[in-house]
């Protein structure tokens, strides 16, 4: 069982900044594909963007250009750098692994077999 630990949430306001974190245990966030999903109060989860294992990433529409995945491998641990918030980012932000995938990873949470408790993002106008 892989643990995902989520931190960084928290209020900002529009047009500000925060950084998510999320530890891995062990080095799952190096050797898989790792991804930030969202989940605003009444919408599905999406992804936001995720990493493989060579450091390659990809953003979503939603947030390109404003944020950014990265990963610690020493750490193990995997950032969402979130720039220009907009109120529509408030959402509880959610950290998952992709045991299966290495390479080509996944956008749909249906792939994702270890998921983080969420931490929640409140982006005010």
Known sequence: QVLLLE????????????ILSCAASGSI?????????RQPPVN?????????RDGESFVAGAAKGRFAISRDSAKNTIYLQMNSLKPEDSAVYYCAADEASIVSCWSSLYTYNNWGQGTQVTVSS
């Open 29 to 37: 966030a190096s050797t898989h594909c790792t991804a930030w999903f």
């Open 7 to 18: 931190s960084g949430g928290g209020s900002a306001q529009t047009g500000g900044s925060l």
């Open 44 to 52: 599905e989860r999406e992804q936001i963007a995720h990493i493989n």
